[in-house]
């Protein structure tokens, strides 16, 4: 499966951003999907999940009640929508794939950049 992640950019600290990513060569059904995302000097951090169905969640203590993974299986695409978005969330975001039942990411997206100024 190849992903393709967008949405990234420049917004002022409180503001909101909608991240996508599009799925092509297999149905996205068919995996677990993730955000992680990658500060300048800092490792790559998990952000969110998301499972095949979409009826389960999970979220970093660090955006918890401030982003929200869905997914579409229609369409073929994940979301993340976040907001009250703050300076250190700032970095490369990635939207990566598992096999259902495994726990490895093997697929990754190029990554889409989000600034956030103060």
């Known amino acids: 499966v190849q992903l393709q992640a967008s949405g990234g950019g420049l917004v002022q600290a409180g503001g909101s951003l909608r991240l996508s990513c599009a799925a092509s060569?297999?149905?996205?059904?068919?995996?677990?999907m993730a955000w992680f995302r990658q500060a300048p000097g800092k490792e790559r951090e998990f952000v969110a999940d998301?499972?095949?169905?979409?009826?389960?969640?999970r979220y970093a203590d660090s955006v918890k009640g401030r982003f929200t993974i869905s997914r579409d299986n229609s369409k073929n695409t994940v979301s993340l929508q976040m907001s009250s978005l703050k300076p250190e969330d700032t970095a490369i975001y990635y939207c990566?794939?598992?096999?259902?039942?495994?726990?490895?990411?093997?697929?990754w997206g190029q990554g889409t950049q989000v600034t956030v100024s103060s």
């Open positions: 998301i499972d095949w169905s979409g009826r389960s969640t």
């Open positions: 060569g297999r149905a996205l059904s068919s995996f677990g």
């Open positions: 990566a794939a598992r096999n259902i039942g495994s726990n490895r990411y093997n697929y």
